[in-house]
C-alpha cells in the first residue's frame, strides 16, 4: 500500500498544472495516401499544418493535435472537448461560437496565420464561368467541403449543388457530370484529386471563388479562463508568421 501511494505521488507530482491542450485540424480525405510531417512526435497532415503546430508547441509544450473530419471538429471544440482549431476563417456567425484574435470586433489581420484561396474546378470542356461576383453556365451546381465558409457562400448565390454529394469523390462527380465543379482550397485533399487518374480532365478557373486570412480559434471557454495565454499564443504565431515570410522572401531573394 506505501509503495502504491508513492507511486501516486511521484505521479501527481509531474502532472502540468493544467490540462494539456487539444487542437483539431481537417486532414486529408485519405489519410492512407498521404505522407504526414512529424512534429515533436506527433504526425501532422499538410505542411502548413504541421508548421503552424510547431508554432504552437513553442507557447504551449504538452499541445496535442487531433485530425478530425471538419465539423466534427466544430462541434468538438463546441462541445468543449478540444482547446480550439489550427486554422479556421473567421466569420460574425462563428466569432459568437468560436475566439478569434479581434480587434475592435474585427478580425485582426496581423495575428492571422496565413491567406489561403478557394479555388475553383471544372471539366475542360466546361462552359462554367465565374467572373468574381457570379457564376455563368451553371447546370448543376458546384459542391465544395462541409462546414467550409465556401459551402454558405455557394448556397448564397445558389449555386450549391442540390444532392448530398460526398467531395472525396469529386473528380469522379464531375467526369460522369453529376455536378459543374468543385471548389477546394490548396492543401492534402487537393494533392490527392490532382493525383486521380483522369486529372488532365479538370481544369482550374482562372480566378479564385474568394480568398481570405485563417486563424487559430479557440474555445471561448478556455480564453475565459486563460485570456493572458490566449493573447501570447497569437502575438507568438503572428511573430513567427512574419519570421517565416521574411525567411521565405530571403531565400527567394537570394536565389
Known amino acids: 500500500m506505501l509503495l502504491r501511494r508513492f507511486f501516486l505521488l511521484l505521479c501527481l507530482m509531474h502532472l502540468p498544472l493544467f490540462a494539456a491542450e487539444t487542437f483539431c485540424y481537417d486532414g486529408p480525405v485519405d489519410s492512407l495516401s498521404q505522407q504526414p510531417v512529424v512534429v515533436a512526435g506527433q504526425r501532422i ?42 486554422s479556421m476563417g473567421w466569420t460574425a456567425e462563428r466569432s459568437k461560437e468560436y475566439q478569434f484574435p479581434e480587434r475592435n470586433g474585427a478580425p485582426d489581420p496581423s495575428q492571422a496565420l496565413y491567406d489561403v484561396p478557394y479555388l475553383i474546378f471544372v471539366r475542360k470542356d466546361s462552359k462554367v464561368q465565374w467572373d468574381g461576383q457570379r457564376f455563368l453556365g451553371l447546370q448543376y451546381g458546384l459542391i465544395t467541403l462541409k462546414g467550409y465558409v465556401a459551402e454558405q457562400r455557394l448556397r448564397d448565390l445558389n449555386a450549391l449543388s442540390p444532392l ?24 492534402t485533399t487537393l494533392q490527392q484529386f490532382q ?12 480566378l479564385p471563388f474568394f480568398s481570405m486570412p485563417l486563424y487559430l480559434a479557440f474555445s471561448p471557454k478556455y480564453c475565459q479562463e486563460n485570456s493572458e495565454r490566449c493573447q501570447t499564443v497569437w502575438r507568438h504565431l503572428a511573430a513567427q508568421r512574419k519570421a517565416y515570410e521574411a525567411a521565405q522572401q530571403s531565400t527567394v531573394s537570394g536565389q
Open 195 to 206: 493525383q486521380h487518374p483522369a486529372a488532365a480532365q479538370v481544369r482550374q478557373l482562372e
Open 45 to 86: 497532415y499538410g505542411q502548413h499544418t504541421a508548421r503552424v503546430a510547431g508554432w504552437v508547441l513553442q507557447q504551449l509544450p504538452q499541445a496535442t493535435f487531433i485530425n478530425l473530419p471538419w465539423q466534427r471538429c466544430l462541434a468538438q471544440v463546441r462541445a468543449g472537448r478540444v482547446t480550439g482549431l489550427l
Open 164 to 187: 448530398e454529394l460526398d467531395i472525396t469523390q469529386g473528380v469522379d462527380l464531375l467526369l460522369n457530370r453529376r455536378i459543374d465543379g468543385y471548389i477546394i482550397p490548396p492543401g
